[in-house]
């Protein structure tokens, strides 16, 4: 039996979801596409694939609706006791 990857957590949610960090990849969880956006320029909008959302933002939307915005609540899903 194999171990479980080590995930490393979205900079949005914060939930273990990511393969490798800014690698372009959807959270399951609240749907925020890593694109290395961390603390240190967390406000500001990057208008790259996060369209206008700011990390700050996309972690606001998440912590009132489940979703790094609204519009993504239809493909979010809750996380997993693993991704805790």
Do not use: I
């Amino acid at each position: 039996m194999g171990t479980a990857p080590v995930l490393f957590r979205c900079p949005c949610c914060g939930h273990r979801t990511l393969e490798s960090p800014s690698t372009l990849a959807l959270c399951p969880v609240c749907w925020w596409e890593d694109d290395g956006q961390e603390d240190a320029d967390a406000s500001e909008v990057r208008n790259t694939v996060n369209g206008e959302l700011s990390l700050n933002d996309a972690r606001m939307h998440y912590s009132q609706c489940g979703a790094a915005h609204p519009r993504f609540l239809p493909y979010v899903r809750k996380p997993e006791v693993s991704e805790q």
